[in-house]
């Protein structure tokens, strides 16, 4: 029973080495993958168009990023703006070469023309109080698709002054710094030249296209580098709120939309191909076991993280799909007339959460590899720590985020009007968690509320950060020492590093870099007292790489009451059956070696008797004695003259016995 239960537990760990060898395999093609489709000139491209379009100064000192009022948004895109769209001439005012095509930086091609898209509120979307009608004309709320403006104003005819719908501009929505806006709206496309664009602005300035009803303007254009072969797609963003002033906030994707270009996007086609052809293998593999375990299956959390890489990964190719045929269907259009806008939002969008999907995806990849090293007593300590205190943690999640909430709702009613960090109830709670891990601004608070800021500081530090914080801690930290001590006290298990060792030490051993098994043995015997027990000999030998099996069957043949220790008797009895055999297998190798080199010397000797009949017969004659003087000597200083053995004893010995495992 103990020699099938070794068994099974040695090829249950020998499949999941054999399985993680194959994951490893799908975990760098991913990797490859993932990798693959990123660059590491997208955040130096990044990195350069943000300081051009956001951080160029005007005359007056006005930048994107320094915008607080309609004025200074209109002396920003009637200079930096259009001094960054537009490169037609090299530093010494030679012309670039390009017809009327803008080169920014000289090597990224700005696709098509910019737009400018703005939305409105319509008047009265809001109340005035009765005190007050007398003195303000209008009111206009902030921004709500129930409250937009689609009505003509202004010059009544064109884009700017007609109001698009989000279907008809093929748009999508946008998450700013206030809220969420629609696709659709009042819109107008800049021109080819400089020139041009600069009369297109300054007639929205002198027609008032932007009033008191307007709550955002978009300005979208793209840009493309055949050096890296990378798009970016940018997006300023102006919002105006109720409040008055202006909150400049950005949108800068740089993807990858051309895939296979150069060699190693060929390469990575190879990695995709591998990549489904795992993803189909797992598969099948997941519906064999849940087709076998039924709903035990779910039971099991690392089934659980199964399902979701696969999931991931089916969307990701579905993903993968979808992006390349609406790029072939799309490129050609955008690119076919560069006087209109290349709306190449829709396709950076999608490309973006394709990437997104990656990395999820190689995340829970990664975490997977847990699953095959759980065998580790590390790990296990980890893993039974965690699942023991799970109850004992969601008692005190709730306990704390209680207290957690409370606090937050006291700082955004006391500071939020005067406190950016406070300003909102959702940061509130990240702060709340930066001044746990010490990062947080005491003077704001203190200067917001002079009394109760300070109150608030300390009590929360003091009951969040000082006792429920240890308190957490404390549960754990009670929790994995009971589960340390348990595991100290259970029987060693097999671990897939004893197997990896095992193999190894058996490499070493074919390698001749090994003593030989009887050795082996002969030390896990000298370090037993009167008494060896079985788990103190196989942990002996087990370090030094052999299987548990094996082990198993050598202390089986000697313990014969199969008690599972080896008394005096029994271990002396095993010291002289290995005994035997080291004197009997280094007998063989002399042997061995005497006769190869009887062969050599007949070899040379025989030939001298062909060449001279007396001389050969003489020295043939010296040979064999000697070889005979030399066996007697051989025979003499190998054999033990003792007392002779008995017909029983004589009967039973091992001269034809098969060789066992380990010598024995």
Same mark, same amino acid.
């Given at each position: ?9 040695e ?13 490893i395999?799908?975990?760098? &093609? ?36 320094t ?17 960054s ?5 090299w ?7 390009h017809?009327a ?14 737009r400018l ?17 007398e ?56 021109? %080819? ?10 007639d ?32 300023l963003?102006?919002e105006?709120p109720?409040?008055?002033?202006a ?19 060929f390469? %990575?086609?190879?990695?995709? %191909? ?25 039971t ?39 006087n ?16 997104n999907?990656?990395a ?11 699953k095959?090293?759980?065998?580790? =007593?590390t ?11 799970a ?10 985020f ?5 606090y ?22 990240f702060?709340?968690?930066?001044i %746990? ?7 704001a ?6 009394i109760?800021?300070?109150i ?21 930290? &009670? ?21 990896? =060792?095992?193999?190894?030490n ?9 003593? &030989?098994?009887i ?7 000298q =370090?037993?007292?009167k008494e ?9 030998l ?24 080896l ?15 080291k ?19 007949e ?6 008797v ?17 070889c ?11 054999t ?6 008995s017909?029983?004893?004589a ?8 060789k ?5």
């Open positions: 029973y103990l020699l099938l239960k070794v068994e099974n537990r090829l249950y760990v020998k499949t999941t080495l054999r399985e993680l060898l194959v994951y395999v799908f975990l760098v &093609d991913i990797c490859l993958l993932t990798y693959g489709m990123t660059s590491s000139n997208a955040y130096y491209y990044t990195k350069v168009m943000s300081e051009l379009f956001l951080q160029t100064p005007s005359e007056s000192g006005v930048s994107f990023q915008i607080g009022s309609m004025a200074d948004f209109w002396r920003y895109t009637q200079g930096p703006f259009l001094d769209l537009y490169w037609t001439k530093y010494n005012n030679k012309s670039l070469g017809h095509q803008s080169y920014i930086y000289y090597e990224n091609l700005l696709l098509g023309v910019p898209r703005q939305l409105k509120v319509q008047n009265n979307s809001c109340v005035v109080h009765d005190d007050f009608k003195d303000i004309a209008g009111c206009y709320d902030v921004y709500s698709e129930e409250k937009e403006n689609t009505s003509p104003f202004g010059l009544l005819n064109g884009t700017a002054w007609q109001y698009y719908t989000e279907q008809e501009l093929d748009g999508s929505s946008h998450w700013g710094r206030l809220t969420s806006y629609s696709g659709g709206g009042y819109y107008v496309d800049l021109k %080819i030249t400089r020139e041009e664009s600069a009369e297109t602005l300054q929205l300035k002198q027609n008032l296209w932007l009033d008191r009803g307007t709550r955002v303007v978009f300005m979208d254009f793209s840009v493309y580098n055949a050096n890296i072969n990378l798009f970016c797609v940018l997006r963003v102006v105006f109720a409040t008055g002033g909150i400049p906030s950005w949108q800068i994707r740089t993807v990858k939309l051309l895939r296979y270009v150069s060699t190693w996007d390469f %990575i086609v190879s990695c995709e %191909i591998v990549f489904c052809i795992f993803i189909f293998y797992y598969i099948v593999e997941e519906i064999l076991e849940l087709h076998i375990h039924r709903l035990q299956y779910f099991s959390i690392w089934n659980i993280l199964d399902i979701v890489v696969i999931l991931l990964s089916v969307l990701a190719i579905g993903f993968h799909i979808f992006r390349t045929i609406e790029v072939n269907r799309l490129m050609g259009q955008l690119l076919r007339n560069p209109i806008y290349a709306d190449f939002e829709f396709l950076a969008f999608w490309q973006t959460q394709y990437n999907m990656n999820v995806n190689l995340f829970f990849a990664w975490i997977k590899i847990f095959y090293i759980s065998f580790n =007593k790990m296990t300590q980890l893993s039974s720590t965690l699942a023991r205190c109850k004992d943690i969601l008692g005190f999640a709730i306990m704390f209680i207290v957690f909430f409370a937050a709702q006291l700082g955004y009613l006391l500071f939020g009007t005067q406190v950016e960090n406070f300003s909102t109830f959702v940061k509130c709670i702060t709340q968690f930066r %746990i891990l010490g990062d947080f601004d005491y003077n608070i203190d200067n917001a509320n002079r109760l800021g300070p608030y500081f300390v009590t929360y530090v003091f009951f969040v950060f000082f006792v429920l914080l240890n308190m957490f801690l404390a549960i754990i930290n &009670d929790t994995y020492s009971e589960v340390k001590e348990e595991l100290s006290n259970q029987k060693n298990e097999l671990q897939l590093s004893d197997i990896l =060792k095992q193999g190894y058996r490499t070493l051993m074919k390698m001749k870099l090994k003593k &030989d098994r050795s082996d043995v002969q030390k896990a015997l =370090k037993g007292t060896l027990e079985y788990e103190d000999f196989k942990n002996s087990r370090q030094l790489g052999h299987a548990e099996h094996e082990i198993t069957e050598a202390f089986a043949k000697f313990d014969k009451d199969g008690n599972q220790i008394d005096e008797e029994e271990q002396k009895r095993m010291r002289n059956d290995l005994e035997e055999k004197v009997r297998g280094e007998n063989d190798l002399r042997w061995n070696i005497m006769r190869r080199w009887i062969t050599r010397r070899g040379v000797h025989f030939r001298r062909r060449g001279n009949s007396a001389q050969g017969f003489k020295n043939f004659y010296y040979w064999f004695c000697g005979g003087l030399v066996g007697v000597a051989f025979f003499a200083a190998n033990h003259f003792g007392e002779l053995p017909l029983r004893e009967s039973g010995g091992h001269f034809c016995s098969p066992a495992p380990l010598g024995l």
